[in-house]
């Protein structure tokens, strides 16, 4: 007789140049955050922002018995927060999901309340330019 192989689904999520990487398996409905608890995550606007998908997927009976494990590097605060939030989103979208391989209610919840839960934002910082100090700013020219 054969062990049951646990199902494991393996997500990333990204924003500005955060990367945030999400391992779903079957367990007790841990979630750490580089290996601490995602309760104790700080500041508060953080840790409310990231365990938006959980409460979603809470409210649908879709979070019971699992555990996920999310490493990040990169970015800011927010930008790691908001690779949390895709990342943890999009895996619970695939853990969930029967033969399709997707949770189509789940999903189409997600979508509804934020598309960035399941789509990375592509936008990235401007290069700065030469003759100024940033990206948009120059030097200034007078010609009197």
Known sequence: MAAKKSKVVNTSGKRKTAVARATVKSGKGR??????????????????KAMEPLTIAEAMDRLAKVD??????GGGMMGQTDAIRTAI??????????????????RD???RFDRSLLVNDPRRKEAKHQMGRGARRKRQKSYR
């Open 31 to 48: 979630v750490r955050v580089n290996s601490h608890p995602i309760e104790i995550m700080s500041p508060d606007l953080a840790r409310r």
């Open 68 to 73: 996920i494990i999310i490493s990040t590097n």
């Open 89 to 106: 989103a999009r895996g619970l979208v695939h853990y969930n999901g029967g033969a399709k391989g997707i949770d189509e209610e789940l």
């Open 109 to 111: 919840e997600y979508l």
